[in-house]
């Protein structure tokens, strides 16, 4: 069913939903079971995947494209014009719970999903559902910050997600039916999965999240036939320790005592193999020359670093790796030995960027919960620059104690998880972040095999205002080009387009569109539950569409829902 943008142009929310509430529940009493009801899709090849960056149409890859730049090519919708957007259809999901699903365009088909591991395969013009996969779930799920899922890769004729108890699936593009499920890690050793994978050269690439649980982290390469494991890299090798380092990425003193890190290494032997390091988000692909790009979070405790004496390699780190085989390249760590749970989590960015002498060279970007974006040399990974703070930094980098101290940015960020995009024609990179002022108190508890193990705890103070900003940086220069602040702490994502627009929602409830050069707020919509997932973009039958799901989040308590939304011009 579809509804008129007459009526939509001055319609609530509320009436608009009522209206529209009638089409999922039309569409499920037309199933045939594992059938598809709109006929099949076109293979997804990897030439493909490729040229995700400059297709108009799709939406391949969680970010857009291998580059993960976020930057979508067509301009239909522009500065101009993004005001007249209105809802084209909403599909209510059966789990109303968080959703951080970034969804997934081929060829007029959507794939999105939900909490708990639903997928969900739509017309992507009508909203109209063809199928619906739920995964039955083992007997052990382990996960710190919700049952979230951000989505699902494609390739071929198949359909790929994680899953919560840890397993990789694959599914039947066409009709949703399970063709293989493999184990990626033990759910009861603290593994599970909420990235979307990575399909790339007939692999198919996840990471594992669990460093509150004392796992040890990773990304595997399976086949995309068969789920066999080609490699295996692990994010904490066996020798930890590192050099020693006293001072962060921007040159400031951590605080570290080695003295006493150095004779608890002794004692303890080095604490790898419960050291954390997960990799929540996609790696970027260097298809030339042949590399992913990726980043490891906090390790294990969090807050804890008596039990973790050294630099705990290579967690908070930048790491690229050979596509082929697994194989470390380089790495560059932010925050060695973090004590305050600022884990590098937002995924990496490659886009030329200017060195310190002029020259444009190949560069990798990375948006920090210290408020930071970094910027790096591709070959070897180390730093040119990093950018003016987006956030309140105070009273970095203090210990904490068992009473508690008070460090901003709090261990939220920042950036948190929240994909980062880009835009190349104005040289400008866009983060939403959080401002959210916490206390820091350790604990100290030993390993619980596979329970949480935080070491401590970071509290949110309950007096002090908490909000949000969406902020463009100049990654040639590291300086902040524009800044608006948000009522709410931002996060989800952020997309920018060829129109000159970027999207992003609020917990609030709001999606809003802004200028790209200016910040100024072009249109906002109000969703009736957090939207606190990254937007896509697509066009079918020659329409553009914007779409994002409201479905609150977890970790900052946003209100729940369970819809995707997408948005159209007027006829």
């Known amino acids: 069913m579809r509804v008129t943008n007459n009526y939509l142009r001055g319609a609530s929310f509320l009436s608009i939903l009522a209206l529209l509430t009638m089409a999922p529940m039309m569409a499920r009493s037309q199933e045939t079971g594992s059938g598809t009801l709109y006929g099949d899709m076109h293979t997804v090849t990897q030439d493909m995947l490729n040229r995700a960056a400059g297709d108009g149409n799709n939406f391949l890859h969680t970010n857009g494209n291998y580059e993960q730049t976020r930057y979508y090519p067509a301009r239909q919708i522009n500065a101009s014009n993004v005001g007249n957007l209105r809802p084209a259809w909403i599909f209510q999901t059966e789990v109303v719970e968080s959703m951080e699903t970034s969804p997934i365009i081929v060829d007029g088909v959507m794939y999105v999903t939900t909490s708990f591991n639903h997928v969900y395969a739509l017309n992507a013009e009508t909203g109209e559902q063809i199928w619906h996969y739920k995964h039955k779930m083992g007997p052990i799920t382990t996960y710190c910050c919700g049952p979230n899922n951000r989505g699902v890769a494609v390739y071929g004729d198949m359909v790929y997600m994680g899953t919560l108890d840890a397993r990789l699936l694959a599914l039947d593009a066409k009709t949703g039916k399970l063709l293989w499920n493999v184990e990626v890690g033990d759910p009861e050793l603290g593994y599970s999965e909420t990235m979307a994978p990575t399909a790339v050269n007939g692999k198919i690439l996840i990471g594992t999240n669990g460093g509150e649980y004392g796992i040890r982290g990773f990304v595997k390469a399976y086949d995309w036939k068969t789920g066999d494991l080609l490699w295996h890299f692990h994010t904490t090798p066996e020798n930890s320790v590192g050099v020693w380092a006293t001072h962060d990425a921007t040159g400031r003193d951590m605080l570290r005592d080695i003295d006493a890190e150095k004779n608890n290494l002794k004692a303890q032997g080095d604490p790898y193999k419960t050291l954390g390091g997960g990799v929540w988000q996609n790696p970027s692909i260097d298809l030339v020359n042949n590399r992913a790009y990726f980043v490891a979070g906090n390790p294990s405790p969090d807050l804890d670093g008596s039990l973790r004496p050294g630099d705990n390699l290579y967690t908070n780190s930048l790491i690229a790796v050979d596509l082929d085989t ?7 760590q932010y925050i060695a030995h973090d004590v305050w749970d600022l884990d590098a989590v937002s995924p990496t960015i490659l886009t030329d960027v200017m060195d310190n002498d002029g020259n444009s060279v190949p560069g990798v970007l990375h948006g920090g919960k210290t408020g930071h974006v970094y910027v790096h040399r591709a070959d070897d990974c180390s730093l040119i620059r990093h950018s003016e703070a987006m956030v309140p930094q105070e009273n970095m980098w203090v210990l904490p104690t068992a009473e508690g101290e008070r460090m901003l940015p709090g261990a939220n960020g920042g950036v948190e998880w929240s994909p980062m995009t880009v835009d190349p024609n104005l040289r400008l990179t866009y983060a939403i972040n959080l401002h959210q002022p916490m206390t820091y108190h350790v604990e100290s508890s030993p390993y619980p095999e596979g329970k949480l193990w935080l070491g401590g705890a970071f509290k949110v103070i309950a007096d002090e205002e908490q909000w949000g900003n969406v902020t463009a940086v100049d990654y040639d220069t590291g300086n902040i080009r524009w800044k608006v602040k948000t009522q709410q702490p931002m996060i989800g994502g952020i997309m920018a387009t060829a129109g000159g627009v970027v999207f992003a929602g609020e917990g609030n ?63």
């Open 509 to 571: 409830g709001l999606f809003k569109a802004y200028d790209s050069e200016t910040g100024s707020v072009l249109w906002k919509f109000q969703a009736g539950a957090g939207v606190n997932a990254p937007p896509s973009s697509y066009t079918v039958n020659g329409k553009q569409y914007i779409v994002v799901a409201a479905g609150g989040n977890v970790q900052l308590n946003f209100k729940r829902g369970n819809n995707i939304i997408a948005f159209a011009l007027p006829d």
């Open 326 to 332: 697994g194989e470390y390249i380089c790495h560059f």
